[in-house]
């Protein structure tokens, strides 16, 4: 590759389903432009503006012999689409995921409409145009104030909506800001970045859900989490909470052991505390 590299490492991959039954060893190699499975005898290029879909999951029946997860990515060359399936376990599969998401769409331009619902209320927000930006937890558009933190997402579905005149689809994802539940209503101008802007949201959505299920909490576990993202990390919540210091660090302790909570600065909660807080706050309101 001419180009810089900024993802190189060794794992097993078939890089292509149409012509390898079982994987082979080699090195995944990824520029801005396009990612190379390379072996010893044999290389395959795969250029990022031909990718439609990328997925990043337990690998399926016929694949399970061979990997326990997997990454794969579906593309276009010349014509003919292809489906190649790499190793995916492992925190550098993981930046690599991210990496590919970042290259397909960083930059892109989006429309947005933020917030198109305070609560149950539809606003009168116009939609503004940016550049979209994705991250491990956020989605943002840039030249904007719109951004969506994933973990603090309850729902997102595709929509119909008139924007510039004609009736398009748009992806509507429902989330907590700080001020409570809101909307935000985003559409691409390609149909495979909306579809890949789509997966990306799922595929973090759903790792942070299922990091979630592992964890157990008890009421009052959950009741001190949301008072954490409703007070603020300078609020007293022995106070807020009613109990007294000794309990109080007793139930911060667990929280931060169960990676919930951090303390810096003040109490905040981590990124799989906000998805908690997100799936149990309108029990707690009730």
Do not use: C, W
């Amino acid at each position: 590759m001419s180009e810089s590299a900024i993802a190189d490492f060794v794992t097993s991959f078939i890089p292509d389903t149409a012509t390898h039954a079982e994987p082979v060893r080699g090195r995944v190699v990824m520029s801005k432009r396009r990612i190379v499975l390379a072996t010893d005898s044999d290389r395959v290029t795969i250029p990022l503006e031909g990718v439609f879909d990328v997925q990043h999951d337990t690998a399926p029946g016929d694949l399970a012999e061979f990997f326990d997860d997997t990454v794969t990515v579906a593309y276009e060359r010349d014509g003919e689409r292809h489906v190649a399936v790499i190793e995916g376990a492992g925190d550098t599969v993981e930046r690599f995921v991210i990496l590919v998401f970042k290259g397909l769409l960083n930059g892109s331009k989006v429309h947005v409409k933020h917030p198109a619902r305070r609560g149950g209320r539809v606003t009168d927000r116009p939609f503004e145009s940016g550049a979209l930006s994705v991250s491990p937890g956020t989605v943002g558009i840039r030249g904007t104030d719109a951004a969506i933190d994933i973990s603090t997402v309850t729902h997102f579905e595709r929509v119909e909506r008139e924007l510039g005149g004609t009736t398009r689809p748009l992806l509507s994802v429902r989330h907590m800001d700080s001020t409570g539940a809101v909307t935000t209503e985003l559409a691409l101008d390609s149909g495979r970045e909306m579809n890949l802007l789509g997966r990306f949201i799922r595929l973090r959505y759903t790792h942070l859900k299922q990091d979630l299920g592992d964890v157990e909490l008890t009421d009052e576990e959950i009741e001190a989490l949301v008072a954490i993202y409703s007070s603020g990390p300078s609020a007293n919540l022995a106070t807020v909470l009613g109990v007294d210091a000794s309990q109080l660090t007793m139930l911060l302790n667990d929280l931060i052991g169960k990676d919930l909570v951090r303390d810096d600065d003040g109490v905040n909660l981590t990124s799989m505390g906000r998805a908690a807080v997100s799936e149990h706050i309108e029990d707690v309101n009730m």
